[in-house]
T-cell receptor, first 114, second 112 residues
Framework: DVKVTQSSRYLVKRTGEKVFLECVQD?????MFWYRQDPGLGLRLIYF???????EKGDIPEGYSVSREKKERFSLILESASTNQTSMYLC?????????????FGQGTRLTVV | QKEVEQNSGPLSVPEGAIASLNCTYS??????FFWYRQYSGKSPELIMS????GDKEDGRFTAQLNKASQYVSLLIRDSQPSDSATYLC????????????FGKGTTLSVSS
């Protein structure tokens, strides 16, 4: 089975802190995604990566950065956490091409910024 | 701006009925289409994928795709209370460097 693992299930951070959310997948997927999910707003794409060291902005990249130094690991960084970044963060991964391109999700990290 | 639109619901159906969920997308070049189910507090899980025009059936679930109308739907037959969840439609171009875009989801409630 595909496994996508996020480093924390729940996280509480203070305003202004630098926050790292880690995601690891074990299926050699090319693509990795970071989404945030808020009530009524659905899943919004923050950043995605289609190869090592490659990254593309999603719909809401402001206040975030990402790092992908190894194929299996994709990190989301909140440079200076703010209360409006309190949310559920979901990591996902997928293959490119063919007909097996569905994304598999991690368990999610519920981040609270106080 | 690539968009995926869904009715937010809630969609309420009695147990045993057919639930019909709809999704439209804006990018005509889209090639891969997915339906995910998400229970409250949980991550989305894949129910169906569809890549060609027409119907695809898997148990009680049928996905329908009409690329000319840019429309994809999910039918759930013999709906059960355990089907009560939010259903997310997702679309991608299936090319390197392209994102997977989700609709906001439709909440389904199945009453016993």
């Amino acid at each position: 089975d595909v496994k996508v693992t996020q480093s924390s299930r729940y996280l509480v951070k203070r305003t202004g802190e630098k926050v790292f959310l880690e995601c690891v997948q074990d299926m050699d997927h090319e693509n990795m995604f970071w989404y945030r999910q808020d009530p009524g707003l659905g899943l919004r794409l923050i950043y995605f990566s289609y190869d090592v060291k490659m990254k593309e902005k999603g719909d809401i990249p402001e206040g975030y950065s990402v790092s992908r130094e190894k194929k299996e690991r994709f990190s989301l960084i909140l440079e200076s956490a703010s209360t409006n970044q309190t949310s559920m963060y979901l990591c996902a991964s997928s293959w490119t091409g063919g007909e097996n391109t569905e994304a598999f999700f991690g368990q999610g990290t519920r981040l609270t910024v106080v | 701006q690539k968009e995926v639109e869904q009715n937010s619901g809630p969609l309420s159906v009695p147990e045993g009925a057919i639930a019909s969920l709809n999704c439209t997308y804006s990018d005509r070049g889209s090639q891969s289409f997915f339906w995910y189910r998400q229970y409250s507090g949980k991550s989305p899980e894949l129910i169906m994928s569809i890549y060609s025009n027409g119907d695809k059936e898997d148990g009680r679930f049928t996905a329908q795709l009409n690329k000319a109308s840019q429309y994809v739907s999910l039918l759930i037959r013999d709906s059960q209370p355990s089907d009560s969840a939010t259903y997310l439609c997702a679309v991608t171009l299936r090319q390197a460097g392209t994102a997977l875009i989700f609709g906001k989801g439709t909440t389904l409630s199945v009453s016993s």
